[in-house]
């Protein structure tokens, strides 16, 4: 993860090509820690992201409901991989997060 474009309550993390088992926890530490920072609206640049398993899955809807607590918001951005964009699809995730270009 690579954190980018920092403001007072907002900030912007690129995500590795994975999320998965080997590295999902990681993620919700790393962004845990944001939100412990006093960060309230996380954007997460999907860009290199190829694939995401349900590890993955479950630690975004997590990190959602902690924002929300906060009223706060997480953002998914440059969702490109059709795999990863069928599955959000699929599941109805777009529903729950702010996924940018998914309807």
């Keep these: 993860m690579e ?13 590795d090509k994975k999320i998965d088992i080997t590295n999902s926890q990681k993620l919700k530490e790393e962004l845990l820690d944001l939100i412990q920072q006093g960060y309230t609206e996380i954007t997460i640049d999907f860009n290199r992201v190829e694939s995401v398993d349900s590890s993955g899955l479950g630690k975004l809807l997590l990190i959602h409901k902690r924002l929300k607590e906060k009223n706060g918001a997480l953002k998914i951005i440059n969702l490109n991989n059709e795999y990863v964009k069928k599955m959000f699809s699929m599941i109805h995730l777009n529903k729950v997060l702010d996924i940018e270009g998914i309807e």
Aim: aromatic letters at 0%; hydrophobic letters at 40%.
């Design 3 to 15: 954190i980018r474009n920092k403001t007072q309550e907002k900030v912007t993390v690129v995500a």
